[in-house]
């Protein structure tokens, strides 16, 4: 492996060095043009998209000319700067682009011939709004995901994604729970991009994994943070929690993570079981904690067991007389099909929450006696 360079540093360009004994200095630490190769790895993206950027937009070296090398000012490198802040955002190229430009105009104006803040050596220190600045995050350069009609946020999660980005990534996974709520979030925001990255992923051999890895990892984590908006109610608790579970050999937990996120934020209790809960432990746990539901996920055919479901469906506690079952809920594309007698099948996150916050008291408003 190689060493880790400080932020700011790169890695020499090829055929950089002199023929004397002693290295000449970096370009980024005395304060000189950089190179197209340099600056790319400095803000994550590739060598190419700077040359589109210039292409398309405008955005390119001031001091550049036919027949010559791009040199990289540092003015130039702070339009980039907003223009990666900006597009990772969600705001679209031209936009972006537009309003960076803008942005360096406004910088020069005061002091055309003298370098002001933000126009120095270490102006990539710090972005335009004065929050540090994350563009300079390694990064191997990757190309657009196939996103098609979706939300702007979509667009600038997926572009932080590829940047390997993680803190615009949380953040902004955090500002579409914030404003939209965990369905929404969820179905709106976080599948499609997740999605997006598994066609990428697909399509272009194992390029893209660190991309999926990194942007499944962030929705985990913002998912589980998400808090009740109130104290569970006791005649709540006294029905029993939503038991979340997929099924033996079955991986795929995100869509269990959503719904127990959702589920909390309604202030209904739940315990999340996760991956491939083995089927002895499941009715187990079924036993012990006398449930209003058990979620069941299956994302395959090949690990969806419709006589584990109806066992679980038959599982009942309590005294005689009064002995309870709890409703099976299947979710996932492997349960494909009529859904089996006396089990739910909710088409999506929004409609197994209305299914299973059905199961208990409703919220009294302040009026009722």
């Known amino acids: 492996m190689g060493a880790v360079r400080r932020r700011g540093e790169t890695a020499d360009e090829p055929g950089s060095r002199t023929a004397g ?23 994550g993206v590739s060598p190419t998209t700077l040359r589109s950027w210039d292409r ?10 036919e027949g010559r090398h791009r040199r990289w000012r540092p003015e130039d490198v702070a339009v980039l700067e907003t223009m990666c802040r900006l597009t990772s955002a969600g705001v679209p190229p031209a936009e972006a682009a537009r309003a960076a430009k803008a942005e360096g105009a406004a910088t020069r104006a005061p002091a055309a ?7 120095g050596p270490d102006a990539g220190s710090a972005g335009q709004d004065g929050a540090p600045d994350r563009a300079g995050a390694p990064s191997r350069a990757a190309g657009p995901l196939p996103l098609g009609d979706v939300r702007q946020e979509c667009r600038g999660l997926a572009r932080a994604a590829v ?124 036993r012990r904690l006398g449930p209003a539901a058990v979620v069941l996920w299956a994302q395959a055919r090949s690990t969806a067991s419709l006589p584990l479901a109806r066992h ?31 089990m739910a099948r ?11 916050s059905a199961l208990y008291p409703p919220v009294r408003s302040s009026g009722d006696g």
């Open 56 to 65: 398309r937009y405008g955005i390119g070296p001031a001091d550049h000319s």
């Open 163 to 286: 940047r390997l980005d993680a803190q615009a990534v949380e953040e902004q996974l955090a500002a579409a729970v914030a404003r939209y709520g965990i369905a929404v979030a969820w179905q709106e925001v976080m599948v499609p991009t997740l999605h997006a990255v598994g066609r990428k992923w697909a399509s272009s051999g194992d390029r893209y994994v660190e991309v999926e890895h990194l942007l499944s990892w962030h929705v985990s984590t913002a998912l589980r943070r998400v808090a009740p908006a109130t104290a569970i109610r006791e005649d709540v608790l006294a029905a029993g929690p939503v038991v979340l579970a997929c099924v033996p050999g079955e991986q795929h937990t995100l869509p269990m993570e959503a719904l127990n996120a959702a589920l909390s934020e309604l202030a209904l209790p739940t315990r999340m079981f996760g991956a491939a809960v083995p089927a002895e432990a499941l009715a187990a746990a079924v």
């Open 312 to 342: 679980v469906a038959n599982t009942q506690w309590g005294v005689a007389g009064a002995r309870r079952q709890p409703l099976v809920v299947l979710g996932g594309p492997g349960w494909a099909g009529p859904p089996a007698r006396g």
């Open 21 to 43: 004994p002693s290295p000449v200095p970096r370009p980024e630490a005395a304060g000189a043009p950089l190179t197209s190769g340099a600056l790319a790895r400095r803000l």
């Open 346 to 356: 909710p088409p999506g996150l929004r409609a197994a929450v209305e299914t299973l």
């Open 113 to 119: 011939d003298a370098p002001g803040p933000g126009t």
